[in-house]
């Protein structure tokens, strides 16, 4: 069976003087349609440049990503950003959303970059923003919305695409616990809707919401299994008695 997501021995070196730093040393991952992914770990780590080439910001300095079948990995920055547009749905920390447009035309405007009809963006934009929660915001301001609202418009704005995988960043960093709580459970009533979904996290609360957490360590995974297994949250400490995970 043909996997949604591979990533084959991947690595990404950046040049620091004379030094060179790896990002991710050699890492593999597997994901399929449906799964609730959680990559956690803390600065350093790798995570957001996993989260980078995964989501066709960035490419790899060598190794090989297929993205629906189709090796991503060498592609130029028009050809990522056309796969991003058709199969990656983003939803970043920081809501990103334009004050000036309504909330209905913050969900359209990914789907006016990519040419779809006036009649369809409205569609799309009505039905994500019903998947939300949200239908009868659809003519207010961002700035009359809580923060939790605003993320969830995000949310909206990610699914009117019909992306293959929805990339979510941090998505609770800027809201208060009860909020945060409330947009994982989107994530994960949109996973239990049959939506693929990545949350990248340095948060261990958070990362056991997801289904499969991958933990990154000095650019290489050192678990990588079901959430709720006590390995993926904590580790031997060095007197051999487990210590959480820092």
Do not use: W
């Not at 418009?153 to 990339?167: D, F, Y």
């Amino acid at each position: 069976m043909e996997h949604l997501i591979e990533l084959r021995d991947i690595y990404k070196i950046y040049p620091m003087g004379a030094e060179e730093v790896h990002a991710l040393d050699g890492v593999s991952l597997t994901v399929d349609q449906g799964e609730f992914v959680a990559i956690v770990g803390q600065s350093g780590s790798g995570k957001s440049t996993a989260m980078n080439i995964i989501g066709c910001l960035d490419v790899p300095t060598s190794g090989t990503y297929r993205l629906g079948g189709v090796d991503v990995s060498t592609m130029d920055d028009d050809q990522q950003a056309e796969i991003r547009n058709k199969m990656l749905g983003f939803i970043f920390q920081q809501y990103n959303l334009i004050p000036k447009l309504t909330v209905q035309e913050n969900v359209e405007l990914p789907l006016l970059y990519a040419g779809v009809s006036p009649e369809e963006r409205r569609e799309r934009a009505i039905q994500s923003l019903e998947r939300v929660g949200l239908a009868e915001k659809g003519r207010n301001l961002p700035s009359q919305l809580s923060g939790g609202q605003q993320q969830r418009v995000s949310i909206a704005r990610a699914l009117a695409g019909r992306p293959s995988v929805i990339l979510a960043d941090e998505p609770t960093g800027a809201l208060d616990s009860r909020t945060g709580r409330e947009v994982l459970s989107f994530l994960q009533k949109l996973n239990r809707e049959g939506d693929t979904v990545i949350l990248i996290t340095h948060d261990n609360s958070i990362a056991v919401k997801a289904r499969r957490i991958v933990r990154l360590q000095d650019g290489h995974i050192i678990y990588d299994g079901d959430a709720k297994d006590p390995r993926a949250v904590v580790r031997p400490g060095e007197n051999g008695e487990e210590e959480a995970e820092a």
